[in-house]
């Protein structure tokens, strides 16, 4: 069984900083990427930011510059760090992941947290 347990978010004011964290777990042979996602009231689901194992991470245009995606060593938990907070950053925040469970067929598969809700008001 493959989790992903993530920490972090709340409310905070416009300019403020949050740190959200999410750490894979289980029976896991590897993880291929982790990201995060978000989604606001009304709106689809947006990737934020999101790193492949041996390439560099990428962010979304309004991500870029604000927010840092860091990971540990054998990508089973990563950060992010999100600076300089507006409004629009409003959301529920989901922890991504593609891995590859230890079992019979070796699949890659993709897992999703439970969500973590930022809100930026003043």
């Known amino acids: 069984q493959v989790q992903l347990d993530e920490s972090g978010g709340g409310e905070v004011q416009p300019g403020g900083s949050l740190r959200l964290s999410c750490t894979a777990s289980?029976?896991?042979?590897?993880?291929?990427?982790m990201g995060w996602y978000r989604q606001a009231p009304g709106n689809s689901r947006e990737l934020v930011a999101m790193?492949?194992?041996?390439?560099?991470?990428r962010y979304s245009p309004s991500a870029q510059g604000r927010f840092t995606l860091s990971r540990d060593t054998f990508l089973r938990t990563i950060h992010l760090q999100m600076d300089s907070l507006k409004p629009e950053d409003t959301a529920v925040y989901y922890c991504n992941a593609a891995i590859i469970p230890r079992g019979a067929d070796l699949n890659e598969y993709e897992y999703w947290g439970q969500g973590t809700q930022v809100t930026v008001s003043s």
């Open positions: 790193t492949v194992s041996g390439e560099s991470t």
């Open positions: 289980g029976d896991i042979v590897t993880v291929k990427a």
